[in-house]
């Protein structure tokens, strides 16, 4: 049995509501309690430096699912992810995790909740002064008081599974930006946590790399009974393993549904996302002057 | 600032606990630093002894020097010299390297996994600061007073008895004690700033690096500062 060295997180229990905002269908792959979500997000708005990221955006995370987060860049994808783990705050609306408010918990009760969620970061943000092995075991160090034959036990397998057992005593620096995600993906579920988050996992990853990944997060989220948030651009890999996408835009929900159904969305925008199309309405430039104009010089003295 | 150190003070009493912890960050800051202030401690005990027989010597009283460099450098050099040279090369590493892991998003992923950032990262490092301060100023003003008698006793012929006895008869405990409150003192407030800055660093490699520069000015004008009251305190 795990010993804890600080309290032992709680398990409080779910709110019942439908997994998807209103309006929205979702077919489910698998026979679910359709009533529960781990997390549920209410009218948030969130901006940063007078620039609205979200405004009033509304979603239901499903329990047990695959759910990727997409959108074209900018559209804050990441910044949902920090508002779910509350490291940042909204600037009005609520975020719901497992039942609870998380702007209501304490530091010490947020940390209690955290300690059930694992994170994979986009640059894997491994402890640099630490080797691959450490690294793993951190969180376990940190949190537990086991042995050091089931701390190696425990690293070594999570290491088997992302395929870098041989690397445990190399160090951060030693790795590719694509190993470096794989040890934190060990590290993100070495205390088996039951939500697991996904910052961009795919990008920097050679396609052997990628597809052990992507069955590695459907098998994770099966076996382990976890519920999985996913952000990506890479619609091709993510609809192979996600049960529900959320696609955002304009800081808000414009699509939701099974990777097949955003396939024939009615929707322009998604028609241009999930096609890859540069004209849409999502324009692909920047706002700026007239291009010919600007190389000619009529508009600036440059 | 204040309710950062606040939290440090706070954390402390938990972060000695885990003493390994503390004592990497000692090496780090103290025992790496050791080669540049027993350097720089000789030199500065060297000029001290030049500067000092030929002053003394005008008044027919170069018996005086151990005395004149021993209180010069456990009073004022040892702790001032120690704590702007431990601003350049331990601070601007603490600032740099807590900035980095702020830039890399490692603090973040520490918050992740229900770890403080500032009880697993920061308290150790501001205590290692802390504690090799004193024991590196009390090393530098003790190589400083033997690269004075390198120059007073073994160059300038200052009679060896005269400059030892003179020494040890007229610094006093006062004097110690002021050279170790100075550099603790120096201690606190370098290294408050060098981790408050690497803490609070924009993510960007051009933030990591205002803060570095931040870290050793600040820490520069503090020390100052702080010497003159302290000095003042103690008169």
């Known amino acids: ?302 | 600032m204040v309710r950062f150190l606040l939290r440090l003070a706070i954390g402390s009493p938990r972060a000695l606990l885990r003493f390994g912890l503390v004592s990497e960050q000692i090496f780090n800051a103290g025992a790496q630093s050791l080669v540049i202030i027993m350097l720089s401690g000789l030199f500065v005990g060297m000029v001290l002894g030049l500067q000092g027989f030929q002053l003394l010597q005008r008044f027919g009283s170069e018996e005086a020097l151990g005395t004149a460099t021993a209180i010069g450098l456990v009073k004022e050099l040892g702790p001032v010299v120690t704590a702007l040279l431990f601003a350049g090369r331990a601070g601007t590493a603490l600032a740099s390297e807590i900035g980095l892991m702020r830039a890399t998003d490692q603090l973040s992923a520490m918050e992740m996994m229900a770890v403080d950032p500032i009880q697993r990262v920061v308290v150790p490092r501001f205590l290692g600061g802390v504690i090799s301060m004193p024991l590196l100023a009390a090393i530098f003003s003790m190589v400083g007073i033997y690269g004075a008698q390198l120059i007073g006793v073994q160059i300038m012929h200052v009679d060896a008895g005269s400059f030892w006895s003179q020494m040890r008869a007229s610094v006093g405990i006062r004097d110690i004690n002021e050279g170790i409150v100075k550099s603790l003192i120096f201690g606190v407030a370098c290294s408050l700033i060098a981790v408050f800055e690497g803490y609070y660093a924009e993510p960007t490699a051009e933030g990591v690096g205002r803060a570095t520069t931040r870290t050793v000015v600040t820490s520069a004008v503090m020390t100052l500062f702080l010497d003159y009251l302290i000095t003042a305190m103690f008169l």
């Open chain 1, 1 to 302: 049995m795990v010993r804890w060295k600080t309290r032992p997180p709680e398990l409080p229990k779910s709110n019942e509501s439908s997994p998807c905002p209103a309006g929205r269908t979702l077919t489910p792959k698998k026979t679910l309690n359709q009533n529960s979500n781990i997390v549920e997000i209410r009218a948030l708005n969130y901006s940063v430096s007078g620039r609205s990221i979200f405004k009033d955006l509304s979603m239901n995370i499903p329990r047990g699912r695959v759910t990727a987060v997409m959108g074209p860049s900018g559209t804050g994808k990441t910044t949902l992810l920090r508002l779910i783990t509350r490291q940042v705050r909204p600037d009005s609306g609520s975020v719901h995790v497992d039942g609870t408010d998380i702007e209501t918990l304490s530091r010490l009760d947020m940390y209690a909740l955290r300690r059930r969620m694992g994170m994979l970061f986009q640059n894997g943000a491994l402890l640099t002064d630490l080797t691959v092995f450490e690294n793993v075991a951190f969180p376990l160090r940190e949190h537990t008081e086991l042995p050091e034959r089931l701390i190696r036990h425990l690293v070594l397998t999570k290491l088997q599974a992302v395929g870098l057992r041989g690397a445990i005593d190399l160090m951060p620096a030693e790795l590719s930006g694509g190993m470096s995600r794989r040890v934190a993906l060990a590290r993100a579920i070495v205390m088996d946590p039951e939500l697991l988050i996904y910052d961009e996992p795919f990008v920097g990853l050679d396609p052997i790399s990628m597809g052990v990944i992507l069955r590695l997060i459907r098998r994770l989220n099966d076996a382990l009974g976890l519920t999985s948030i996913v952000v990506s651009h890479d619609v091709q890999e993510i609809s192979t393993v996600a049960d529900l996408v959320f696609l955002l835009s304009g800081g808000q929900v414009v699509a939701t549904g099974t990777p097949q159904q955003l396939q024939s969305y009615p929707s322009e925008i998604v028609r241009q996302f999930m096609g890859g199309l540069a004209d849409g309405p999502v324009p692909f430039h920047y706002p700026a002057p007239e291009y010919f104009g600007e190389l000619l010089g009529r508009d600036g003295e440059t």
